[in-house]
């Protein structure tokens, strides 16, 4: 294979498996990332299987254009991306922006639109312009976050199988539509609509979410549920409910269980603990391609400071 294997400050070993699993040029290797690909697709593809996630670095991915090329050699089809509560610009065909929100903002944990219908299996993330300070990209391997819940709160973890989950989430104000906050659309730019009876209908398709109430602030609040809080995925199990948002702000967020019940303020800090004891902070340098198997791999942004350019790519 044309390619050394390396790692990354903070990678994790799980049952002997690392996390991620970084991959360099060989010496003398041209370093054209989306021709190895190509060549070796079959070997990298059960590597992911087998590691979750793989980081790419010191390739020469010096564009958009080479970046969709990588994208492309590894012959998945793209995740139809449509805009939700958050905002990403689309640079090309299969190309996004990763997330429009400055970049002082932290983004917690999560899969990708888990809590829409299907959601993409991989997710691919280029590093065009690296943050000054800070900014990294942390991933956390959703298996061991299944298992370390089960270790610390199993009465929990029981209890949400047994009833199910519902999350809810408040959209933004109309004066915080397009802003560069995280949570910046309203439901009106969400749903492209003015009209209360319009959104409800549109909301589950393409936001996800089973019920939309609306507010007297003009912001709406979208629930989500019931939900089984583990998916399983092949031999690998996966925490799929949000339970901290996409900020970790407390009062957008509700996480109730099936029978209406709040859930405990003590789970939240668990939860983030785990979180944070077992996730790998990846630093970000030029030209690096990250690639996640999105089903059982949680991702994360770090606040940082401009510039920070990190483009994404989803694929079914």
Not at 15 to 37: H, I, M, N
Not at 156 to 183: P, Q, R, Y
Not at 251 to 263: H, K, P, Q, R, T
Request: proline share 5%; glycine share 8%; charged share 30%.
């Amino acid at each position: 294979m044309g390619f050394i294997e390396s790692r990354v400050d903070d990678e994790k070993l799980s049952g002997g498996v690392a996390f991620p699993k970084t991959l360099l040029p060989e010496a003398g290797s041209e370093g054209d990332l989306a021709k190895l690909v190509r060549a070796e697709r079959e070997t990298l593809v059960a590597a992911l299987g087998y590691h979750s996630a793989l980081l790419f670095r010191g390739f020469q991915v010096d564009s958009i254009d080479d970046f969709e090329q990588v994208v492309e050699a590894f012959g998945w089809k793209a995740y139809p991306v449509q805009q939700g509560i958050t905002t990403r610009t689309k640079l090309s065909d299969r190309i996004y922006s990763s997330n429009d929100a400055d970049p002082k903002h932290l983004i917690s944990f999560h899969h990708e639109m888990s809590l829409r219908p299907s959601s993409p299996s991989k997710i691919f993330f280029y590093c065009s312009e690296p943050s000054r300070e800070g900014g990294e990209t942390s991933v956390v391997a959703s298996n061991v976050v299944v298992e370390m819940m089960e270790q610390r709160m199993p009465e929990f973890v029981a209890k949400a199988n047994e009833l199910g989950l519902v999350f809810i989430v408040k959209t933004a104000h109309d004066t915080e539509a397009d802003s560069g906050v995280v949570v910046n659309k309203s439901w009106k730019s969400s749903l492209c609509t003015n009209d209360e009876a319009e959104a409800v209908k549109r909301a589950p398709e393409r936001i996800g979410c089973n019920l939309i109430r609306f507010v007297e602030d003009g912001r709406a609040e979208l629930t989500t549920g019931l939900m089984k809080p583990i998916g399983v995925f092949g031999e690998k199990r996966a925490w799929l409910v949000p339970l901290l948002g996409l900020t970790e702000i407390k009062e957008d967020i509700s996480n109730l269980f099936g029978d209406g019940s709040a859930v405990p303020e003590e789970v939240l800090r668990i939860y983030k603990e785990i979180l944070e004891e077992n996730c790998v902070d990846i630093k970000w340098q030029k030209g690096d391609v990250l690639l996640l198997d999105n089903l059982v791999v949680q991702h994360a942004r770090r606040p940082g400071k401009p510039p920070r350019r990190i483009l994404a790519s989803m694929c079914k």
